[in-house]
């Protein structure tokens, strides 16, 4: 049982030591990344897409829900003098 073992960490250790010479040609972060880490940050990039999309329709959805003061105060005043309130 134990070379057994022993071939399978060997093989595990000579793929990642091939994957890490596979992708130490790349100079920049951003790819090395994605080489190293496989399928997954492709999911990862994915979500964090989603999630700045999500971002910047909720901030526009606030802009939007900005009130007119002046509005407000003029029909105010307004309700006030009619003794509506």
Same mark, same amino acid.
């Given at each position: 049982?134990?070379?057994?073992?022993?071939?399978?960490? /060997?093989? !595990?250790?000579?793929?990642? $030591?091939?994957?890490?010479?596979?992708?130490?040609?790349? =100079? =920049?972060? @951003? &790819?090395?990344?994605?080489?190293?880490?496989? %399928?997954?940050?492709? @999911?990862?990039? %994915? @979500?964090?897409?989603? $999630?700045? %999309? #999500?971002?910047? /329709?909720?901030?526009? !959805? #606030?802009?939007? #829900? &900005? $009130?007119?003061?002046? =509005? @407000?105060?003029? /029909? #105010?005043?307004?309700?006030i003098l009619r003794g509506d309130i």
């Amino acid at each position: 049982m134990e070379p057994q073992v022993g071939q399978a960490a /060997n093989a !595990a250790a000579s793929g990642a $030591v091939h994957l890490i010479e596979k992708c130490a040609g790349y =100079n =920049n972060f @951003i &790819s090395k990344a994605f080489c190293e880490g496989g %399928f997954v940050m492709y @999911i990862i990039a %994915f @979500i964090g897409i989603c $999630v700045a %999309f #999500l971002i910047v /329709n909720r901030f526009m !959805a #606030l802009q939007k #829900l &900005s $009130v007119d003061k002046t =509005n @407000i105060t003029e /029909n #105010l005043f307004t309700m006030i003098l009619r003794g509506d309130i």
